[in-house]
C-alpha cells in the first residue's frame, strides 16, 4: 500500500513538473517585453501582443505575468534589458523592433527561453533567420516588411509630376538599410529618384531634414524607429515648406503624414501573440516555426494634410481606403 502510495505521489509531482515546463494555460507564466522606442505604431504592437495572448487564454493579472520596458531608442539599454529578462528566467521574451529583438537573441541564444519578435522589416538582413524563413535559434516572429512598390505607386498617383523622393534613416537600424536598398531598386519603375540622408542619433534629424527639404519634392517615412521618434519635427519643417510626407502606416498619418500604404500594427501584434502562445502552450517549439510577415497593406489618407497642401486625394485611393482622417490628431 504505501508502495503504491510513493508512487502515486511520484507521479504527480512529475506531472506537476512537465505542466509547469510547457506552459499550460492554467498555470501563471511571465514574460518578457522589451520595446525598443516609444512610439505610436510599437505601443500599438505591444497592444495588439498582449490581445493576441488573451484571446488564445493568456490574461495578464491571471495567468500571465507581464514584465515590461521600454529601450528609449538606445542600443545599450536594449541589452540591459534583454540581460535582465534572461536573469529573471523569464517563459518567453518578446521584442518589438530589429534592435530590440538582435538584443534579445544575443541573451537568450544559450538559455532555453524562447524570443518571439515583431516589427522586424527584415529577419534575414538582422540574422533572426535563414532566407527560407526557419529561425537562426529558438527564435520566430512577425515582419513588417514594407510594401514599397505599392508605396511608391500611391506617390505617383498623389503626386504625378514629382521627381525626387527623400528618405531620413538611421545608419544604425538595418531594418532601415534593407529597405532604402529595395526603395532605390523599384523607384526608377515609377518615374522616381531616391535622395537618402543618413543620421546617426535622433539630435541629427532637424538639420538633416533641412537640408534633404532643399532637395527633394516629398518624403516618404521608413518604420525607422529613431526617425518615427522624432516624426513631428519632420513633419512641422516639412509643411512649413509645403512639402508631402508620406507615411508607412496607419499612426504616421494620423499625426500629420499625407497619406501611407502600410500595415496595421496592432494587427501584427495580434498575430505575434497568437504565434507565442503556440510556444507556450507547449504546441510548438521557436525553432519550428518560420517567421510570419503580414500580408495586407491598406491605403490611408489625412484630408486635412491635404487640404493644407493644397492636394486633392485620387479618388480611386479615398474610395478604397481603409481609414480617412479628416483632422491632424496632436503629438
Not at 534572461?86 to 523592433?97: E, H, M, N, R
Not at 506617390?155 to 525626387?164: G, M, N, Q, S
Not at 512649413?240 to 497619406?259: H, Y
Request: with cysteine.
Amino acid at each position: 500500500m504505501k508502495k503504491k502510495i510513493s508512487v502515486f505521489i511520484v507521479l504527480t509531482l512529475v506531472i506537476s513538473l512537465l505542466a509547469g515546463c510547457s506552459g499550460k494555460k492554467d498555470g501563471q507564466v511571465t514574460i518578457g517585453i522589451g520595446q525598443f522606442a516609444e512610439h505610436a505604431s510599437l505601443d500599438n504592437c505591444k497592444d495588439g501582443f498582449l490581445a493576441g495572448l488573451a484571446e488564445e487564454g493568456y490574461k495578464e493579472g491571471e495567468n500571465l505575468k507581464v514584465s515590461f520596458d521600454n529601450a528609449q531608442a538606445d542600443g545599450g539599454t536594449a541589452a540591459q534589458i534583454a540581460n535582465d529578462f534572461v536573469s529573471k528566467k523569464v517563459d518567453l521574451i518578446c521584442a518589438i523592433a530589429t534592435p530590440m529583438a538582435q538584443s534579445a537573441y544575443g541573451a537568450a541564444k544559450d538559455t532555453k527561453i524562447p524570443v518571439i519578435f515583431t516589427a522586424v522589416t527584415d529577419p534575414v538582413l538582422a540574422e533572426l533567420a535563414k532566407a527560407d524563413k526557419s529561425p537562426n535559434g529558438n527564435i520566430t516572429g512577425t515582419s513588417d516588411k514594407l510594401p514599397v512598390e505599392k508605396q511608391l505607386e500611391m506617390i505617383r498617383k498623389v503626386l504625378p509630376d514629382a521627381k525626387t523622393i527623400g528618405i531620413l534613416y538611421s545608419t544604425s537600424e538595418i531594418n532601415s538599410v534593407s529597405a532604402i536598398k529595395e526603395y532605390k531598386a523599384a523607384a526608377g519603375t515609377y518615374g522616381f529618384e531616391i535622395v537618402d540622408s543618413g543620421i546617426s542619433t535622433g539630435a541629427d534629424i532637424p538639420l538633416a531634414a533641412d537640408n534633404l527639404l532643399e532637395k527633394v519634392d516629398c518624403i516618404t517615412n521608413l518604420t525607422d524607429n529613431t526617425v518615427v521618434s522624432s516624426l513631428p519635427v519632420i513633419l512641422n519643417k516639412a509643411a512649413a515648406k509645403k512639402i508631402p510626407v508620406f507615411g508607412s502606416e496607419v499612426e504616421q498619418v494620423k499625426i500629420g503624414c499625407l497619406a501611407a500604404v502600410g500595415l496595421d500594427y496592432y494587427d501584427l501584434g495580434v498575430q505575434t501573440g497568437k504565434m507565442a502562445a503556440k510556444v507556450l502552450k507547449g504546441e510548438k517549439k521557436a525553432s519550428e516555426m518560420n517567421f510570419e510577415v503580414i500580408e495586407e497593406a491598406a491605403f490611408y489618407g489625412n484630408t486635412a494634410v491635404a487640404d493644407n497642401l493644397g492636394i486633392t486625394l485620387p479618388e480611386d485611393l479615398v474610395s478604397s481606403a481603409k481609414e480617412m482622417f479628416k483632422e491632424i490628431e496632436a503629438k
